[in-house]
């Protein structure tokens, strides 16, 4: 391990301590299954260990994980053919008293979010979880910055009716 | 701040991974190194095993060669000498 720190710069066990939380969350927003979501985390890092002599400075190994675990979970939405995973129909109906911050409406949100097609959904992982800005979004998905800012547009405003639907809203809060 | 895009902030919040996922992915990372560590000894000692055999090749083909050889002068010695007859005849 020390040799391992020596010979590259950088401690493996350290980066996976420091990065698990964005690389696991990323696969498990966009996948929706928490047992895939580990697996496609330990790839990822797996992936960090045989790659980790390209690691230049420590934004870069954060940028190259983020990277990664957009990718390897994109693969494995795919390979799996899971989307949607949950159809809009099976979203829990909110509770009577919905408010804001209630878990009941992040869990729907949730559900919401992975109903929208593959790259409106990986859009919304990166800018609410990562909080990244559209640029960084569209340097990690390879896209340009205007169709970030369109997916992201679309997704919110097909989001917002859903929930609308439901009597969730500025406008219709209930209870 | 738009209400929907904090709720999505909160409902799109970072988890961390089940407990020993790090202990995890470091035993995951042993067993890939002692495995191409495994592969490497491996792909090595074919290596070795074929230059060996081509080795121990090229040396029975010396020896053949060298033999072969040797016949050919134990078997022109006698014909030199009935040439050298020959020629004492006809002079």
Excluded: C
């Excluded at chain 2, 055999?53 to 000498?81: C, I, T």
């Amino acid at each position: 391990m020390l040799t391992e720190a020596v010979e590259t710069g950088y401690d493996f066990r350290a980066l996976v301590r420091q990065h698990q939380a964005t690389v696991f969350s990323i696969a498990l927003h966009f996948l929706r299954d928490r047992a895939t979501a580990e697996e496609v985390a330990q790839e990822v890092f797996f992936s960090l260990h045989r790659n980790l002599h390209q690691i230049e400075t420590p934004a870069h190994a954060a940028a190259w994980l983020r990277k990664v675990a957009v990718q390897r979970s994109i693969d494995e939405g795919r390979r799996r053919s899971r989307r949607p995973q949950v159809a809009l129909a099976d979203a829990p109906e909110p509770a009577a008293s919905i408010r804001p911050g209630d878990p009941l409406l992040s869990e729907l949100l949730r559900k919401l979010v992975a109903t929208l097609p593959e790259a409106p959904r990986m859009v919304m992982v990166l800018r609410y979880q990562e909080d990244l800005e559209p640029a960084e979004i569209a340097a990690a998905l390879e896209m340009p910055v205007a169709t970030v800012k369109s997916h992201l547009q679309r997704s919110l405003a097909l989001l917002r009716e859903k929930l609308a639907r439901r009597g969730i809203g500025e406008s219709g809060w209930t209870g | 701040m738009d209400w929907l895009e904090d709720e999505l902030r909160r409902a799109l919040a970072r988890e961390d991974p089940p407990d020993g996922f790090a202990e995890r992915v470091l035993a995951r990372r042993e067993r890939g190194t002692s495995s191409a560590r495994r592969w490497l000894a491996a792909a090595a000692m074919v290596v070795v095993a074929a230059g060996a055999a081509g080795a121990w090749r090229q040396h029975q083909g010396n020896q053949a060669k060298q033999e072969v050889m040797l016949a050919l002068r134990l078997a022109s010695a006698p014909m030199d000498r009935i040439q050298s007859e020959i020629r004492g005849i006809t002079q």
